[in-house]
């Protein structure tokens, strides 16, 4: 992999123009993969952000990067397949679980595409030190031949633009806004912002991890094609949220629909882990949590935000989220 990629920490709200060094550069926060794109003399590489070559599971984007891009150069982009126009995290998933040998077909059917939105190499030089705005410069000028696969994620300086591209881009999938300053150099740190779309919903809390007494993290579910489907959980509970809590985690009355251990693949996304994983089985009630776009129908990708519990609502009223 040739460099660390640069983050963003979340806020709640778009933050002011002047917020960061430079003022506050707005981009579309992409439903997708993260990736680097590495353009050598004889081949291109594309890196997720954590180190893995997904050269092999993305062709497409290979091919198109090594010929339409100069050697020694290295984008900064997000991986995206858009289906009947909107984005679909869960065809890129189905396209990481595939082999080598079926890649290409898979290529085919669905294709992917690469949004790029920074340049950190060009020709051998690295620009990782030159300001944002600069850097940008150089990818708009090196996207002007560009052809599908590769794209250019736009971006603007304009808050109202960006606040009405927050609204209007949700219903393509579009989780919120990236926010970069225009004088910031590159470097792999949480140096960028990022702001998403939430909605407060209910779901049923029918276990915890940690124990009933000290509650870690709750873990939500919902009612799937009649069952009681674990969908997620929350981030770590905050101490008065736990102190809040325990007096409601009562052992359960009777049989309960899950298992006392469960395995790490039934949390997608989020803070993975490798062994199964023990729950305090509770008897269930609803809880009413802050959930980000990443729903898919069956579980949520990333963590929910606990906000308060609700022991009067009826567990048999909560619903699933409308999917996105």
Known sequence: MPFGVALARAVEKMPAPGALEGGCRFEPKWDGYRALVDV?????????????????????????????????????????????????????QERMGRGPRTAASAARARPASLAAFDV???????????PFDERRALLVELAASWRPPLNLSP??????????WFETY?????????????????????IWLKVKHRSTIDVVCAAVTGSRSQPQEIVAGLPIEGDL????????LTPAARRHLAPLLRPPE???????????????????????IDLALVEPFVVEVSADVAWNGKSFRHGLRFLRARPDAEVDAVRPPTAT
Do not use: C, M
């Open 40 to 92: 050598g003399e004889d081949e291109a590489s594309v890196w997720s952000r954590r180190g893995t070559d997904l050269s092999a599971t993305f062709p497409e984007i290979t091919t198109a990067a090594h010929a339409q891009l100069p050697p020694r150069t290295v984008l900064d982009g997000e991986l995206v397949i858009w289906l009947d126009g909107r984005l679909t995290f869960e065809a890129l």
């Open 120 to 130: 950190l190499a060009l020709e051998g030089r690295d620009i990782r030190s030159r």
């Open 170 to 190: 949700a219903v393509v999938g579009v989780e919120g806004l990236v926010v970069k300053g225009g004088a910031q150099p590159y470097r792999a740190d949480r």
């Open 155 to 164: 971006v603007t300086a304009d808050a109202d633009e960006a606040a009405e």
């Open 254 to 276: 009777g049989e309960h629909p899950w298992p006392a251990r469960i395995s790490p693949g039934t949390f997608e996304r989020f803070n993975p882990r490798t062994s199964p």
């Open 229 to 236: 489907r674990v969908v997620g959980r929350t981030t770590p």
